[in-house]
């Protein structure tokens, strides 16, 4: 894990700090719709089992997972279907 995120440039740095500062301003924010936390952990564990995912990405959206997870509208894209059992709760 070179702390690139694969989704932006090559030049881009994101440190562990960066995503705890951006997982608390998306759960302080009002502009994002989020899962509950039982839906989150469900997919943090299904990416953590799946060959797609490495250090931190997923190298087939190339998302930094423990942010995209907590979306409400995202969606696992692997090649054979979804790796995220839904259903999705809302937390807020
Ligand atoms: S393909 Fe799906 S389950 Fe696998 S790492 Fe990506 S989002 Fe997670």
């Avoid at 562990?16 to 839906?39: G, P, Q, W, Y």
């Avoid at 959206?61 to 969606?75: P, S």
Wanted: aromatic content about 6%; hydrophobic content about 30%; glycine content about 6%.
């Amino acid at each position: 894990m070179n702390g690139n995120c694969i989704g932006c440039t090559d030049s881009r740095m994101i440190t562990d700090e960066a995503i705890e500062r951006m997982i608390k301003r998306i759960e302080c924010s009002d502009s994002f719709n989020l899962v509950d936390d039982d839906t989150y952990h469900h997919r943090l564990a299904s990416c953590m089992r799946c060959q797609e995912y490495e250090g931190r990405e997923c190298r087939v959206c190339g998302c930094i997972m423990v942010i995209m997870a907590k979306l409400f509208n995202t969606r696992c894209l692997h090649q054979h279907g979804s790796k995220w059992d839904e259903p999705v709760k809302k937390w807020n």
